[in-house]
């Protein structure tokens, strides 16, 4: 802390460099014949932030502003997307902003983030790496392969139930269409397959004598002996 000039002159103060502890309020004092004089001159200190904008592999961008006094103010170019601020005191005074912005869904390549301060105004811009483009809309396409996917898995499902229900009806119609070939007819005799079992053969002679018995021959014959027993009468 040196004097500008001399006191008598100029009772200006100079402090040179300044630190953060030379804040506060100063009082001069100046006697003089007429009586004594007080100034008092408050001294603020101003601390610039310093300034760094990363990204990470999940797609947030982050702008910090780190031990600036007062706090820094962060805003972002982009408004399509989400932002989060945190603020952090030192016990020097000095305060960090810390504010991030997740750009899942985001198509823009650069970043730009606005930092207010009353010792200065600064603006940084970061390009988004070609590795971090992807991983940004990898979830849109993840989200239309799971929609394709689980379509496809549904027509399948689908697929399959037609295909046994058609299955099951033409074995079905299968088995009805042997049960229909099994009675086979030859001239005038049924013929059935022969199966294991007891056939019943009781009074079949009598039922081929009635058979015979009204046979057209027969009947043609009895008809001509009626009339030659009527001729002789």
Not at 20 to 38: H, V
Not at 143 to 155: D, R
């Amino acid at each position: 802390m040196t004097w500008e000039s001399s006191p008598y002159h100029d009772p200006a103060l100079q402090i040179h460099p300044v630190r953060l502890a030379d804040e506060g309020n100063y009082t001069c004092e100046i006697a003089t014949g007429d009586g004594t004089f007080c100034l008092v001159s408050a001294l603020t200190v101003l601390v610039p932030p310093a300034v760094t904008l990363t990204h990470d592999n999940n797609g947030v961008v982050v702008c910090q502003a780190s031990a600036g006094k007062p706090a820094a103010e962060i805003s972002w170019a982009q408004e399509n997307g989400h932002s989060t601020e945190n603020k952090t005191h030192h016990t020097n005074g000095t305060v960090t902003t810390l504010s991030s912005m997740s750009m899942i869904n985001s198509t823009n390549a650069h970043v730009t983030c606005l930092v207010t301060h009353p010792a200065m105004n600064q603006t940084q811009t970061i390009e988004l790496s070609p590795n971090l483009s992807a991983d940004m809309t990898l979830s849109p396409i993840v989200h239309y392969f799971l929609i394709c996917t689980s379509s496809c898995v549904a027509v399948a499902v689908v697929a399959l139930i037609l295909y046994r229900t058609l299955k099951y009806r033409a074995s079905w119609l299968s088995g009805r269409a042997d049960v229909a070939t099994v009675l086979n007819t030859t001239g005038n005799n049924l013929k059935l397959p022969s199966t294991p079992g007891t056939v019943n053969t009781t009074n079949s002679s009598t039922v081929e004598s009635i058979y015979q018995n009204y046979s057209v021959q027969n009947m043609h014959k009895n008809m001509n002996s009626l009339k030659t027993q009527r001729q002789r009468v």
